[in-house]
């Protein structure tokens, strides 16, 4: 499997997409799900480039265009749904979106989000963690619900934090992590492991994860 079979996941972009890649690499190297579409609100994200790169049909929905949010997903369902994905995963993708947005794709989108949630929801995670003094920090894969970032957690990288880290240099030691977690995540649902259970809960080979799969840095 690789290119040209698996499932057809869907990714959301704002930004320089190296979510993405990592999910493009893993597709190249066998993964059973292939990246049918990249799309992006925002017209200069370096993401686009790269898909355009591996010959991955690109798109831009840019939020500014319209005049409020429901019209905005109206057309970005729109350019989602030509591609006919099994999966959405929004990979750095930087607008809130609506109930009505989420109940459509619910069970089928997944997000990361660079915290151990339910830690920091929200922006600014990494100097929020380090102005509370944690020792150790990380990146979630979670199911997208309509809690912004409050949905349940697949899998989880954690990462120290070290003695004279900054914002910079603990985003990227985090980021390194993102990049092993996601396309876990995207390989599980792709094989039919994973499922978003009707009571809420995320369900990994039938069991309900009691906690979310946890890798540490270097494991
Ligand atoms: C990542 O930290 C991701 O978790 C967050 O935004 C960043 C996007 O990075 N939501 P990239 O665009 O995948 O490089």
Redesign the pocket.
């Known amino acids: 499997m690789g290119k040209s079979t698996g499932l057809r996941v869907v990714v959301l972009?704002s930004?320089?997409?190296?979510?993405?890649q990592a999910l493009i690499d893993a597709a190249s190297a066998g993964a059973p799900f292939r990246i049918v579409a990249v799309i992006s609100n925002e017209p200069d994200a370096f993401?686009l480039e790269r898909a355009r790169r591996c010959g991955i049909p690109t798109a831009v929905v840019n939020h500014r265009d319209y005049p409020d949010r429901p019209s905005f997903e109206t057309e970005l369902a729109r350019a989602i749904d030509i591609h006919d994905p099994g999966l959405l995963a929004l990979?750095?993708f930087m607008r809130i979106l609506t109930p009505a947005f989420v109940a459509r794709y619910l069970g089928r989108m997944l997000n990361?989000?660079?915290s151990l949630l339910p830690k920091y929801r929200g922006l600014h995670t990494h100097e929020r963690a380090l102005a509370a003094g944690e020792t150790e920090h990380g990146?979630s894969v979670h199911f997208v619900t309509a809690e912004l970032d409050g949905g349940p957690v697949i899998i989880q990288a954690v990462v120290p934090v070290l003695p004279g880290d900054t914002p910079q240099t603990l985003?990227a030691r985090?980021?390194v992590q993102?990049h092993r977690i996601y396309p876990v995540a995207v390989r599980w649902f792709a094989e039919g492991r994973l499922q978003l259970g009707t009571d809420g809960r995320v369900y990994l080979d039938g069991q309900p994860l009691e906690t979310a799969y946890r890798l540490t840095a270097g494991a």
């Open positions: 972009i930004g320089s997409g190296t979510n993405l993401g990979a750095g990361i989000h660079p990146a985003a985090v980021l993102e």
